[in-house]
């Protein structure tokens, strides 16, 4: 980096935030020859992206088509067409669409990161256009020690859904869990990851094996490295700099002083969007007038991004299907939650995302009325807008997870983990509500008795015969896909509530992140109030308000855009050609590529890729 001046330090291009997104942005801009400075507040390197899942929705990548999986370029389009409806007319959706494969293999290529498939992943709806697998991809475990010193500057896992720290990943790794009581297989694969975390805790003082968002970052962080990006951590970003009408640069605070950055090309707000802004919250969730707001997001992310392009005229766009990605968590008292400096410290509310155990054969959901509203297995998403839709206005959307004994002790329940972790912690806590028989745990939770005890037998009754009549559960692809595949029965999603001791934990409205944002062109550049763009300035993540216009249409939604557009904006930045969009319209001063200038369609000496011309039909 280049020093001008005592507290002035000159770079092309200035990312605020280090989530996956501007992990992306990072690499693609440094791997074309820019000199990137990435600026993250906080003590750790990671974001929300580091508490994910890590996966990344992705239609036509390559990993399957190499598998067999392939589909014309207008089924992706159809499906987003019958979700989104006026909003699929974003032209950052086919952006997104015409860049995604190519940001996954460039990564793959560049040797940054190994990516596993989703080939057997659904997308949430059995909508035209949808696909039951081949539209997500994820990281691959990754072994910690490969980070070196920087393994330290990594978010942990979320240590409220982590095993003493360490992450499970999705698909067989968690199976093998669940199923570790019954299978000696599985027993074998959990001892196997225990021993070697319980080394991982005694040598390094953390889990080095690292599985889905923690794996993600892991490797972005080591590929930002790599290619020489500055990573500053501790380094607060307080106003934009503009100097003719174009951002310019930013101040920041490092180690306690005041230092100006110079971005020759522009900066990239990157910065995880307002989870935790309680004053925008109160704008934009309607439910916050009767309860609070408990996102799963990590604290730290309070709109640093959005008050940074507001200050300087920015247009936000607020006004979307819904402002987050909804989710059910339960709040975890804080005098027992185990904390850390990753997580907010001690004193912070605790919020557990129930991503996952709703589905599990056994649970059910009920409102304060005692019945249930809901198909259990359908998305997050669609659990919370279900419980908004039937919750009486003013009063506070909130509703209960039931299961039985069998149930809980086999898949665990939110926060209260499964056999053989005791579950007097969790009671005694209050977290966990039991009771000996359904008319006990109705008393509890302060439900009515009968409209309890008949909503369970009605359930039960279908489930037997593996149907839902109220709400179809395990009907489609997506319902079946997060149920369990070694259930008893003929609906994976499906089983009865029979065996007391029954249990219960109470959730409330929380979110996995913010998509309303800012207003962003097809290229990433921010737009200001009056519509045209800022040059010198983009957003990309969740501080880019979603392209998805605030429809969930799939798992990975959030991190599929927020990478493909760190790795537009981060080529638009070095002046590299973009599918989709025009060649002539880049920044000025383009740098000299590994192969010389960019033009005549090469980059590196290679043509240039050929967008896709989707056709409708």
């Known amino acids: 980096m280049e020093s001008t001046a005592a507290g002035v330090i000159a770079c092309d291009v200035l990312i605020v935030g280090s989530g996956a997104a501007g992990l992306c942005a990072a690499i693609t801009a440094a ?175 953390r889990g080095m094996q690292l599985v889905g968002g923690n794996a993600l970052v892991a490797q972005l962080l080591k590929g930002a490295a790599d290619a020489g990006v500055q990573l500053w951590h501790d380094s607060p970003v307080t106003r ?63 709109g640093d991004g959005l008050r940074l392009a507001e200050d300087i005229g920015a247009a936000l766009d607020m006004m979307l299907a819904a402002p987050a990605a909804w989710a059910p968590v339960s709040r975890v008292p804080v005098a027992r939650a185990p904390t850390s400096r990753a997580s907010g410290g001690q004193g912070v509310p605790r919020h557990f995302p129930h991503l996952i155990d709703r589905a599990k054969p056994g649970f059910i959901a009920v409102d304060m009325t005692g019945r249930r509203f809901v198909n259990e297995a359908n998305s997050y998403y669609d659990f919370m807008n279900a419980l908004f839709a039937v919750t009486p206005k003013g009063r506070a959307p909130e509703a209960w997870l039931i299961c039985d004994h069998r149930a809980q002790r086999q898949f665990g329940m939110g926060w209260a983990k499964p056999f053989p972790f005791p579950l007097s912690p969790y009671l005694r806590s209050g977290y966990l509500k039991r009771g000996r028989r359904i008319k006990d745990l109705a008393a509890q939770c302060n439900l009515p008795t009968e409209a309890l005890a008949e909503t369970i037998a009605r359930f039960n009754q279908g489930a037997r015969q593996g149907h839902d009549p109220a709400f179809h559960r395990g009907a489609s692809p997506y319902n079946r896909a997060q149920g369990w595949a070694l259930a008893k029965g003929p609906n994976p ?121 989707a056709q409708d039909g």
């Open 31 to 205: 791997r074309a020859g820019l000199e990137v400075i990435l600026a993250e507040k906080t003590d750790v390197f990671g974001g929300t992206s580091a508490w994910s899942g890590g996966w990344l929705w992705i239609p036509q990548n390559h990993l399957a088509i190499r598998a067999g999986i392939t589909e014309a370029d207008a089924a992706p389009r159809r499906y987003l067409r019958q979700l989104l409806g006026p909003r699929a007319r974003d032209p950052r959706l086919e952006t997104f669409l015409q860049n995604g494969p190519a940001m996954v293999r460039f990564l793959e290529e560049t040797g940054v990161m190994r990516w596993l498939d989703g080939n057997r992943m659904p997308d949430f709806y059995d909508h035209d256009g949808a696909a039951q697998g081949g539209r997500s991809v994820t990281a691959a475990p990754f072994d910690g020690r490969r980070l070196g010193p920087l393994i330290a500057r990594l978010r942990p896992p979320l240590d409220l859904v982590s095993l003493w720290g360490m992450g499970i990943g999705g698909g067989a790794d968690l199976a093998h869990f669940f199923n570790a009581t019954r299978s000696p297989a599985a027993l074998w694969h959990v001892s196997k990851r225990l021993a070697r975390h319980l080394r991982d805790l005694l040598c390094y003082r």
């Open 240 to 302: 934009l700099q503009m100097e003719a009408g174009r951002v310019v640069g930013a101040r920041l605070m490092r180690a306690g002083a005041a230092v100006e950055v110079t971005a020759r090309r522009g900066v990239v707000l990157a910065a995880g969007g307002y989870p935790h802004d309680p004053a925008r919250q109160q704008e934009s969730f309607a439910h916050t007038s009767t309860i609070a707001h408990a996102s799963a997001a990590p604290p730290n992310n309070t």
């Open 493 to 613: 999603a499906l089983g009865t509530l029979e065996r007391g001791p029954f249990y219960a934990v109470k959730v409330v409205p929380g979110s996995l992140g913010t998509f309303a944002g800012i207003k962003t062109a097809a290229d990433g550049q921010v737009l200001a109030a009056h519509g045209a763009p800022i040059p010198g300035l983009y957003a990309i993540g969740n501080d880019a308000a979603s392209i998805m216009g605030g429809h969930y249409p799939s798992g990975g939604i959030t991190l599929g855009p927020g990478m493909t557009f760190g790795y537009v904006v981060g080529r638009r930045l070095a002046g590299l050609p973009v599918n989709g969009l025009p060649i002539d319209d880049r920044p000025p001063e383009a740098p000299q590529t590994d192969g010389g200038p960019v033009n005549g369609g090469q980059v590196n000496g290679r043509p240039a890729p050929s967008p896709l011309h």
